[in-house]
């Protein structure tokens, strides 16, 4: 029993004015006396007349006095106990009656404190708070539940007592009779070997068990064994050199250097391909601006030539201007060729170099060739001081 219980079930009933002064050591052992008076006391606060047992002499009678009291304060405040524990009468009984002196004082409390002014009473019921709404709409479903239960106990308590008038009749006979032993006997041999076939059937599910317990950890020793294995040779694979790795290493080295050098050959070829468009390009405004040249010429001298007709001029004039308008043009014919003649020139040059910017690979290949010159030395073989 804790001390605080004890402690607190002092001052409730100090509060209360009980007569009798209560001690630590009050229910240090078996006090029924005491707790039978305090159960009496407590009913009397809250009935004067409660009409209850108050024999407690036998076994019976204290059985019978515990229970009443019990049920008196459960319809009357609502209050629930352990009636074994009260029997007992022992350090297990102070909670229970802690329940009831902390209850009742609680009332008395409240009925000190009673200001008439702030009764509501008078003008109507007291609007509950939010949170009770709340929990109230919880329990809804609940109360539902309960509420059709209590129907369904309700119509089958009225339908027993409809054969109550029949069932007294043989109930009273059955009281009347004598007890026969050998009747009673041979039931309490089926209740005993009935018992026996439930304890025959749960030990031979525990010997079941049992035995899947011991397949289990055959089982679990054999996976282990299994990990253990494996792991193992996990380890053997991880330090074994498989015998293809030294070619797969070299072939992985020069794997490498012929990357490097697609590489630059790659990067030498889009470098190439970049100053061939950019030289296309240039020749194509070169060409374009060299067509509106022309064009504009031609269009100057068509202009001057009508002028000099609308002018007049006589035929002879007209003859040498023919002449010289002829020698233009066979001067202009001239320079088409000499300007074709330069492209020609100009295309040989990037070809030349476009053939010199290779990668670093392929212009040490072309460069050993170049540098080898083959004399000719017609049909015969050459000399050793010649090659």
Known sequence: MPFHDIKALREHLWYLDYPR???IESF???NFPLVAEMLQWFASRYNDNPDLPTLCDDERERTLFITSHVEFLFKESGIKMNPRRLYAADNRCVTELLRVASTLRKAMEAAKNYNPDEDTSVTGFTPPSTQELTKL????????????DLTARGARLYSLLGQEVDLREQRDLALSKE?????IEQGMKRCIQTLSNQIDTKQKMIDDLATDEGDLQAKLLRKKEELKRANKRMKALKNVRPAFMDEYEKLEASLKEFYVIYVSKFRNLKYLESKVADIDKEETEKYMERARELQAIQEEAFSQQQERMLAGVGGDDLGDEFEDDDEDEDDDDDDDDEEEDDDDDLEGEDEESSDLQLGDGEDDELNAQE???IPDYGDGDPSDDEF
């Open 21 to 23: 002064q209560l001690s």
């Open 28 to 30: 240090r052992n078996p």
């Open 137 to 148: 709409m919880a329990d809804q479903k609940k109360v539902r539940e309960m509420a059709s």
């Open 179 to 183: 007890l026969d032993m050998r009747e």
């Open 371 to 373: 540098s080898l010159e």
